[in-house]
């Protein structure tokens, strides 16, 4: 179904670490979006670009958080200091297009903040 | 803000039979897409409609965005298709999901 990959799919870090994971979109999908699910089935939009540029973050991410999708380089989203309530399984979704296209998501990694 | 109320949030249907899953929206939305989440927690993609209906096997989706509200049918209920499904609304940016329905076939 979906070709997007994302690594590693868990991470372990303590508290005050930071947190990086990657995801590389679908060959051909110039959108790519993050988002965090927590334990209640909660989805929470963070950050999307269009090719290397960010289209749109919330607060959370512009304070906390530092992405970006280099040319010819995995996205990655990493966590400057990690917090227990950053654990969570943060996925990756690729698109087509913006404007409502469809999205693909990629298998999560899931973070464990100790 | 824009909110999507997924209903219900469990379903338990004994094989051969179907019901139906809603999704309303509060606002207006260019498309919606259905997921179903695997056994090894990937979201797969079942749907994605700007407007009307789509049918695949067992499974027919509707989207009325002047309604602003989605459907997700199940026909003739397998084992298999237990999992969580969710809807996922979009106006344009970003996504705004459901929480969730857990689907359980039982025998």
């Known amino acids: 179904n979906s070709k997007v990959i994302q690594t590693p799919r868990y991470l372990v870090k303590g508290q005050g670490q930071k947190a990086k994971m990657r995801c590389i979109p679908e060959?051909?999908?110039?959108?790519v979006f993050w988002y965090q699910q927590n334990k209640n089935n909660e989805f929470k939009f963070l950050i999307n670009?269009?090719?290397?540029?960010?289209?749109?973050q919330i607060d959370m991410t512009e304070k906390r958080f530092s992405a970006e999708c280099p040319s010819n380089s995995p996205c990655s989203l990493e966590i400057q200091s990690s917090e227990a309530g950053d654990s969570a399984l943060y996925l990756c979704?690729?698109?087509?297009?913006?404007?409502?296209?469809?999205?693909?998501f990629g298998p999560g990694t899931r973070l464990t903040v100790l | 803000g824009d909110q999507v109320e997924q209903s219900p949030s469990a379903l338990s249907l004994h094989e051969g039979t179907g019901s139906a899953l809603r999704c309303n929206f509060t606002?207006?939305?260019?498309?919606v897409q259905w997921f179903r989440k695997n056994s090894r927690g990937s979201l797969i993609n079942l749907f994605y409609?700007?407007?009307g209906t789509k049918e695949n096997g067992r499974l027919k989706s509707a989207f009325d965005s002047k309604e602003r509200y989605s459907t997700l049918h199940i026909r003739d209920a397998q084992l298999e298709d237990s999992g969580t499904y969710f809807c996922?609304?979009?106006?344009?940016?970003?996504?705004?999901f459901g929480t969730g329905t857990k689907l359980q076939v039982v025998p």
């Open positions: 670009f269009q090719n290397q540029e960010v289209l749109q």
């Open positions: 409609l700007a407007s």
């Open positions: 996922a609304s979009n106006s344009g940016t970003y996504q705004r």
């Open positions: 060959k051909g999908h110039p959108v």
């Open positions: 606002t207006t939305m260019r498309a």
């Open positions: 979704a690729s698109s087509p297009g913006q404007g409502g296209a469809e999205q693909f």
